[in-house]
C-alpha cells in the first residue's frame, strides 16, 4: 500500500510564519493587512498543490481539474497537451508496461531513459549490450544497460517495442526521448504547452 503524498515541509512551515506574522502584525494596520492579503495568496497556492498531488489518487478532484482546467496534462481531441511545469521543464504523465511515471519530455536526449527503480517496476530486465552505450550526462560519461519497454502509454498515445536505456546514474529521473517523439505525427510546443500528436490515436488511458 502507498502512502498519500502529505504537504511539503516548505509549505508547512510558510503557513506557521504567516500565522506568527499574522499575530504580531494586529498592532499595525498595515501590515495586518498585507499579511491578510498574503495569507489569501498561500492558502490558493496551497490548495492548488493539494489538488495537484491528490488527482491521481482521487477520480473526484481529477473530474475537478478536467472542470476547472487545472490539470498539466489532457487529452483534447487526438492530441495529448502537457502543460509547463514551474521548473520550465514538460512532464509528462506516462504509463511504461503497466507502471505509472512522471517523465521528462526531452528533445534533446537521443533515448529513452529509465531509472532503475522504474525498469524494476515495470519488470523489465536491463542487459549489458555487445558494444558498450556511453551517455553524457551532467555527471559525466556513464555507461547503461538497455531493454525495451512493450508498451508505452501517455494518453490517446501508444508506443510498441520502445528501445530503453538503464542506468543507476539517472537517479530517480526518468526521459522521454527522441527515439519515442519521432515515432509520434507531430509535436509542438505552443506558448507554455506542449502537444503531442499520434499517427494512430487510442483510446485515453488512466494516466490523462
Do not use: C
Not at 140 to 165: E, F, K, Q, Y
Amino acid at each position: 500500500m502507498f502512502a498519500e503524498p502529505g504537504v511539503p515541509l516548505p509549505l508547512v512551515i510558510i503557513v506557521v510564519a504567516v500565522v506568527i506574522a499574522g499575530i504580531i502584525a494586529r498592532r499595525v494596520p498595515v501590515l495586518r493587512v498585507a499579511i491578510s492579503l498574503f495569507s489569501w495568496v498561500l492558502l490558493a497556492g496551497l490548495l492548488f498543490v493539494v489538488l495537484q498531488q491528490r488527482e491521481q489518487f482521487d477520480p473526484y478532484i481529477q473530474r475537478a481539474m478536467r472542470i476547472l482546467n487545472l490539470q498539466d496534462q489532457s487529452v483534447v481531441g487526438d492530441t495529448v497537451r502537457i502543460r509547463m511545469a514551474p521548473d520550465g521543464h514538460f512532464w509528462a504523465r506516462v504509463t511504461v508496461d503497466g507502471v505509472s511515471r512522471r517523465m521528462l519530455v526531452d528533445s534533446g536526449a537521443t533515448l529513452t531513459a529509465l531509472s532503475t527503480d522504474t525498469a524494476r517496476a515495470a519488470g523489465l530486465r536491463p542487459a549489458a549490450p555487445v558494444f558498450p552505450v556511453m551517455l553524457n550526462t551532467a555527471n559525466g560519461m556513464i555507461r547503461a544497460d538497455t531493454a525495451r519497454v512493450r508498451s508505452l502509454r501517455i494518453g490517446t498515445i501508444r508506443a510498441d517495442n520502445v528501445p530503453v536505456v538503464v542506468s543507476a546514474a539517472f537517479g530517480e529521473t526518468d526521459v522521454l526521448g527522441m527515439n519515442f517523439l519521432s515515432r509520434l505525427k507531430s509535436w509542438r510546443v505552443e506558448g507554455s504547452t506542449l502537444i503531442l500528436e499520434p499517427h494512430h490515436p487510442q483510446p485515453s488511458d488512466a494516466a490523462s
